[in-house]
């Protein structure tokens, strides 16, 4: 890992899976994972941003905060979960794009639990895998 590489994970999260995907990926990088409530105020060489579908968009509050981003951000990499939708990924690329800051093209996303349905998920495996995915990022 480049240790002087400056991390940051924020997330939004209604049910705590996209929590569980953040506190796996501070974990991985070494740092601590914060909701979009809190702001970025320092450069930040790669955000880790989480969000999730809800009736087929992302939450006004991911919204927000992608817009009260600047350019101290380098890379945003996008993680997310839904119950059938496959990633937030190009809703969250579109409002990146439009204050210029870029998204990596890789992304983590996996199914997170809703009612009855992917009942556990996030699961072990899941954790797993997207902190291989957070070393592969950052090596
Ligand atoms: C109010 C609500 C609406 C949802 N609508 C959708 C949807 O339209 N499409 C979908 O794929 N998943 C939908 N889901 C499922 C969530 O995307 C899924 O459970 C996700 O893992 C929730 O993440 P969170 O626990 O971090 O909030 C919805 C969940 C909730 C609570």
Known sequence: MNTDMKIAVR?????SNTQKL??????AAGVHAETV?????E???????GSSVYAAGIDPKVKAFIDSLDSRVKKVVSFSTAAILSST??????LLSEKGISIDE???????QFKFMHRGKPDKRDI???????????S
């Open 11 to 15: 997330y939004y999260t209604k049910t």
């Open 22 to 27: 953040a506190e796996a990926i501070a974990k």
């Open 37 to 41: 409530d809190v702001p970025i105020e």
């Open 43 to 49: 450069d930040v060489d790669i955000l880790f941003l």
């Open 89 to 94: 990924y190009a809703q969250v690329k579109k």
């Open 106 to 112: 890789r992304e983590f996303h996996c199914r997170g």
């Open 128 to 138: 797993e895998n997207v902190q291989a995915f957070v070393k592969e990022i950052i």
